[in-house]
């Protein structure tokens, strides 16, 4: 059974920084093209940022090019998001995936919250 856990999500401020975690089990993500996707209320899941497992490739959606960086530690079968700069309009759940995300492999996500 494949479970995605999403941790290190919290409150900051503007300006602040924030590390998400995503522990994998039941499958192996080094062969895998992982990403993180956000959701805000009344909105669907969205891309954020994608990592490629064939080249280590990385794409960032316009919005948070150059403040998000993903990594991912293949021993740990984790992936990271690291924010930095976060603005209130980052706030959301934050949830990882494989790109292109399966439906059965959501977790429960981790709550990013940024006051002004």
């Known amino acids: 059974q494949v479970q995605m856990v999403e941790s290190g999500g919290g409150m900051v401020q503007a300006g602040g920084s924030l590390r998400l975690s995503c522990a994998a089990s039941g499958l192996t993500i080094w062969y895998l093209t992982m990403a993180w996707y956000r959701q805000t209320p009344g909105q669907g899941r969205t891309l954020v940022a994608r990592?490629?497992?064939?080249?280590?490739?990385?794409f960032y959606i316009d919005s948070v090019k150059g403040r998000f960086t993903i990594t991912k530690d293949n021993a740990r079968n984790t992936i990271y998001l690291q924010m930095t700069s976060l603005k209130p309009e980052d706030t959301a759940i934050y949830y990882c995936n494989e790109d292109p995300p399966d439906a059965g492999y959501w977790g429960r996500g981790t709550q990013v919250t940024v006051s002004s």
């Open positions: 990592l490629r497992w064939m080249d280590n490739s990385t």
